[in-house]
């Protein structure tokens, strides 16, 4: 079993930059695949980054795709996501999830483990 717990939520200015952080626990080589997905009121969940752990290939949604990054730390069995410029539209809890297998990164279903979520509000 793997456990994440997200933290660094918080509300923002338009422009302004947060970083998210996810700290992994459990058996935690299970976790091939790192992504995080956020969930604004009435939307569905939608994937915003991913990573491969074992290759360190990382991709996108376009919508953030120049302002977000993930990253990880095997350190400390975290990953983050460091999120620039940030836009109203980017409002939303945002979840970290981890795979073992996983197919298409973008659909919520593909993966096994999730957090509760961290809110992250940007206004003008």
């Known amino acids: 079993q793997v456990q994440l717990v997200e933290s660094g939520g918080d509300s923002v200015q338009t422009g302004g930059s947060l970083r998210l952080s996810c700290v992994v626990s459990?058996?935690?080589?299970?976790?091939?695949?790192m992504g995080w997905f956020r969930q604004a009121p009435g939307k569905e969940r939608e994937g915003v980054a991913f990573?491969?752990?074992?290759?360190?290939?990382?991709a996108y949604a376009s919508s953030v795709k120049g302002r977000f990054t993930i990253s990880q730390d095997n350190a400390k069995n975290s990953v983050y996501l460091q999120m620039n410029n940030l836009k109203s539209e980017d409002t939303a809890m945002y979840y970290c999830?981890?795979?073992?297998?996983?197919?298409?990164?973008?659909?919520?279903?593909?993966?096994?483990?999730w957090g509760q979520g961290t809110q992250v509000t940007v206004s003008s």
């Open positions: 459990g058996y935690t080589a299970n976790r091939n695949y």
């Open positions: 990573l491969n752990r074992r290759t360190g290939f990382t």
């Open positions: 999830a981890a795979a073992t297998v996983l197919g298409l990164w973008t659909s919520a279903r593909a993966w096994q483990y």
